[in-house]
């Protein structure tokens, strides 16, 4: 029932009602009682000949008061706040608009209608009322309307098309985007691994990911370091620290780009990206509504036992962590840009290594028809390789759409010894996809004085085939004449080598032993590089992906080679996949080929057919998996995984194995945790084949402080949302992992959306028993790396049924009781009871039933002592 004030969502209010006040009520609020069926309020008044003024309930009315609800304009949801209603003959006396059967009227002020996206030319005569704060949106707009759902809490404004702003779908204007609040952040990330064996004794490996952060407005300073430090079998200890950028960055609203200065990388939509200390101005699609997202790519790889697989970008290790045998699939890299090839390396329990590259491409120059996207960059080349030079180099680039589907765009490069130019068309093609052709002209220098010019043509391709379900993330081709050479290629300080790696103990550097991918060779020049990556799913049959690229060069025969194609599928519920992993680097003697077939039966729900899991809820499913090498290795491993507690955050696994040519059993166990401070797991492996052991464990979690104090959370996102809740302790946040809210009631919620209405809502039904919520659920629009506050009005108190007496008679029924603190009114049922939550031990109510003086008085209750202990407290208190 709607009562005068702001109303708590998850309010329970508590109803005792005789046989026929239940009767004539239920009549009353479900529009029966209509004029041929009057029913006297008199008789709610128990004899006393009071009664309350319950007009507003007639025909299905409601009460006066602030709602939160959610508005809809033109049936598209635009918001969710709190709205004052009022009663239609209060601000429409004459009767001249419509009104809905609740007989209330939205207090929609002009401004409030404008940030809804109303557009609305006020008449001079009515520009006075439609400043204030109640207006009728049906007396501004002629054929408008407004209704109020009270029983799905749903505002519906409707009006003519003419009067809406022509703005694309999800777009929020940039006054309403959060810069968010000062803060210090701190994201953390430890692994590690203590491994020993028969023949080398033990070893260890660990690695320490830092990024740590300031906010202040709408500045922002981040830095993200990594330490690697490992020790050999025979003793030797190498450590490094690398710091992978520091910057200081900020949104520029009204350019719609973000302002960088410090250690970054450039776009590759234009030129291969690179790393630069410098200052860089670029625009940010992610400012525009539904803007073209880059493409993305997932890691994939196959192990041949429990080993660590490493991944660089630009020279720098952004990832590391440690697989189980058999096909794995990295999605949730934080890479250091949106472009750079990625450099993968498997390390496997007796320290053979694999490595390949996984290209990092943008999808076909697109642009909205008038949109142009730029970047400016000036600095010095940044790499960790310590056979290249920080060369001073400037670029620029733009991007413009232009009409008919057609996007122009080209670019610039430039140092001392290299200068090129780049031009090129992108095209929508509807049906037939989107395509973009580039060709890029340079003049270089190399290491030995030698100067070259070439030209590089570039074909990208991308398409969905709706009709057929296939998804051309990115087909690409490019071709380098002989003479052609990037601007990278000219930072190195001689024609060949290869960049040793200190971490890296297993290579043995006096040797001349270089990790594949770590090899280069001006002399012969990039020629032609094909890259694929499809997927298409086979309806009932399950889904194929195919990936690969390949690259040719000048005066040799070696190419660059990476095929990865894979099958998924599900029979009767269980999950089968099928892995082909081929890859080939130039010198490299063999191609490393694997194949591994995953098998994944679902335990919980064969056990409890009904419900999916297994009677605590939680998931168990029983795996096998094999893979095969080119060597003619076979490795076999089966086991049991899956989750428990009552979020599902608590993973574990457990695999025994047996694998030929002598490797004989081996085995691993392995738990990880997401709990509300942070993550952690930990695992043990063996391994029959010389009496190998390993341990491996990590965890990671993010730290904020702010004006409130420090609070702890899971691994933070780029940007993150503060949940603000005091007094509402250890209460889930909907719609997370193991995410609730801290004994002072704040909580961290990572990984919220740029730009974007973020929806976040707490878990009513966790609430403690003397805890109540105004409001559940709170709308933010972040700004890029912004820390955004949510807050929820919480009372904490206690609940109690309280009888008032007025006159040694209890109160009429349907009279309104306010309260002297921020809580939430109610309203009197039968006996003079109502039903109040978050009170203070005591306080004053002021109770009403009309218009008149003396249909008022006001109550001070004092509850028991030992009214915190008992779910609802009772008391009787003689209004005045």
């Excluded at 400016?376 to 920080?390: L, M, P």
């Amino acid at each position: 029932m709607s009562i005068p004030g702001k109303l708590s969502n998850s309010r329970k209010i508590f109803w005792k009602l005789s046989p026929l006040a239940f009767f004539i009520c239920t009549s009353l609020f479900t529009g029966q009682a209509a004029a041929e069926s009057y029913f006297n309020p008199a008789f709610l008044s128990n004899g006393t000949g009071q009664t309350a003024d319950l007009s507003s309930f007639e025909r299905n009315g409601q009460a006066p008061g602030t709602y939160r609800v959610d508005v809809y304009l033109n049936n598209d949801l635009v918001t969710s706040q709190d709205i004052e209603f009022k009663s239609h003959k209060e601000v429409d006396p004459d009767g001249k608009y419509p009104v809905d059967d609740t007989g209330l009227v939205a207090c929609l002020s002009a401004k409030k209608l404008a940030d809804m996206g109303i557009d609305i030319a006020i008449p001079e005569e009515k520009k006075q009322s439609a400043e204030g704060s109640c207006v009728d949106i049906a007396s501004l707009i002629e054929g408008a309307k407004a209704s109020f759902d009270f029983s799905q809490l749903r505002l519906d404004i409707n009006v003519p098309q003419a009067f809406t702003r022509n703005t694309a779908r999800g777009y929020i204007p940039p006054e309403k985007w959060d810069q968010g609040i000062n803060a210090l952040l701190l994201n953390y990330t430890f692994s590690g691994s203590n491994s020993s064996d028969r023949t080398n004794g033990k070893s260890s490996s660990h690695f320490l990911g830092l990024n740590s952060g300031i906010n202040v407005g709408p500045w922002r300073y981040r830095d993200y370091s990594t330490f690697n430090r490992s020790t050999s079998s025979n003793g030797t200890t190498t450590s490094q620290w690398q710091n992978v950028n520091s910057y200081i960055e900020r949104t520029i609203i009204p350019m719609k780009a973000e302002l960088v200065a410090g250690d970054s990388n450039t776009s590759g939509d234009v030129f291969d990206s690179m790393g630069f200390r410098g200052v860089q101005l670029a625009s940010d699609d992610n400012m525009l509504p539904d803007s073209l997202r880059g493409f993305a790519p997932t890691v994939r790889g196959i192990a041949k036992s429990n080993a660590q697989v490493t991944i660089k970008q630009n020279g720098y290790v952004v990832y590391q962590t440690n697989v189980s045998a058999g096909a794995f699939a990295i999605d949730d890299l934080f890479p250091t840009s949106s472009s750079g090839d990625l450099a993968v390396e498997i390390k496997e329990a007796d320290g053979s290594l694999t490595n390949y590259t996984v290209p990092y491409s943008a999808v076909p120059m697109l642009q909205r028809e008038g949109r142009v996207k730029y970047a400016f960059t000036a600095g010095k080349y940044r790499t960790s390789n310590d056979q290249q030079d920080d060369v001073a180099f400037g670029q620029g680039t733009l991007i413009w759409g232009l009409s008919h589907g057609v996007t122009a765009y080209g670019g610039t490069q430039f140092t001392s010894d290299y200068k090129s130019l780049a031009l090129g068309l992108g095209f929508n093609m509807g049906d037939f996809g989107a395509v973009s052709a580039d060709i890029t002209s340079a003049q270089s220098t190399l290491a030995d004085d030698t100067n070259h010019t070439g030209q590089s043509l570039r074909l990208l391709y991308a398409k969905s085939l709706n009709d057929l379900g296939t998804n051309f993330q990115l087909l690409g081709y490019r071709y380098s004449t002989s003479g052609y050479y990037t601007l990278a290629d000219t930072t190195y300080k001689h024609m060949d080598g290869y960049n040793s790696d200190p971490n890296n103990t297993d290579n043995d550097i006096n040797n001349d032993h270089p990790s594949w991918y770590d090899y280069y060779n001006l002399y012969y020049t990039k020629r032609g590089k094909i890259q694929v990556n499809i997927s298409q799913p086979l309806g009932n049959y399950g889904s194929v992906y195919l990936s690969g690229s390949q690259q040719s060069y000048w005066h040799t025969d070696d190419k660059d080679t990476l095929v990865q194609f894979g099958y998924n599928t599900t029979w009767h519920d269980v999950n089968i996949g099928l892995s082909y992993s081929y890859s080939l680097s130039s010198g490299q003697p063999e191609a490393d080929r694997s194949v591994a077939l995953n098998i994944s039966l679902p335990l919980s729900k064969w056990l409890s057919p009904n419900s999916g899991t297994d009677s605590t809820g939680n998931d168990a499913f029983a795996t096998y998996s094999a893979s095969k090498d080119n060597h003619g290795s076979v490795t076999q491993n089966a086991g049991v995984s899956g989750t428990l507690l009552q979020d599902h955050n608590l993973s574990y696994s457990v695999q025994e194995g047996y694998a030929n040519q002598g490797a004989g059993n081996s085995g691993n166990a392995s738990l990880a945790y997401q709990g509300g401070y942070g993550n952690a797991n930990v695992g043990y492996s063996y391994s029959d084949n010389g009496d190998y052991q390993q341990v491996t464990y990590g965890v990671s979690g993010g730290v904020i402080a702010h004006s409130h104090g420090v609070t702890l959370s899971q691994p933070l996102g780029e940007t993150n949302v503060l949940i603000e809740a005091p007094g509402a302790d250890n209460v889930k946040v909907d719609n997370t992992t193991g995410v609730k809210t801290d004994w002072r009631g704040y909580a961290v919620v990572p990984f919220a959306t740029n730009y974007r209405k973020n929806r976040l809502a707490l878990d009513t039904t966790s609430l403690g028993d003397q805890v109540d919520l105004e409001n559940a659920v709170v709308d933010v629009v972040p700004t890029k790396g912004a820390v955004v506050r949510a807050k929820f009005m919480a009372h904490a108190g206690i609940r109690a049924l309280i009888t008032l007496l007025h006159n040694n008679e209890p109160v009429p029924f349907g009279a309104t009781v306010s309260r002297d603190d921020e809580g939430a009114a109610s309203i009197v049922a039968d006996d003079g009871q109502v039903y109040l939550s978050g009170l203070a031990e005591k306080g004053v109510l002021k109770v009403q039933w009309g218009n008149e003086a003396s249909q008022t008085c006001s109550a001070n209750y004092q509850l028991p002592k030992d009214a915190e202990k008992s779910p609802i407290a009772k008391v009787t208190v003689i209004c005045r």
